[in-house]
Nanobody, 115 residues
């Protein structure tokens, strides 16, 4: 079973950037499709970006052109580079497998974008 620890969140002004990291432990990380998700207060948790084992990516329309997902299979890490941040990007960000959730959620990392 993969275990997940997210980090890198914080408070940033609109237009700023943050880079989130997800450290995974366990077997078979390199063959899993990984995703970044976010959940704003009172809203459901949605996928924002996913990366397949071979490096292909998929993005939610709301973040296309602003966010970039990447992975380092040797380090068992997934990253989310977030540029041109908007107040509506404020949420707790989580990583997990995609599209099917196959491991318990980590604690997430809070991203707050001020206007």
């Amino acid at each position: 079973q993969v275990q997940l620890v997210e980090s890198g969140g914080g408070l940033v002004q609109a237009g700023g950037s943050l880079r989130l990291s997800c450290a995974a432990s366990g077997s078979f990380f390199s063959i899993k499709t990984m995703g970044w998700y976010r959940q704003a207060p009172g809203k459901q948790r949605d996928m924002v970006a996913a990366i397949f084992s071979g490096g292909s990516t998929n993005y939610a329309d709301s973040v296309k052109g602003r966010f970039t997902i990447s992975r380092d299979n040797a380090e068992k890490k997934v990253y989310l580079q977030m540029n041109s941040l908007k107040p509506e990007d404020t949420a707790v960000y989580y990583c997990n497998t995609w599209p099917r959730i196959s491991t318990p959620w980590g604690q997430g990392t809070q991203v707050t974008v001020s206007s």
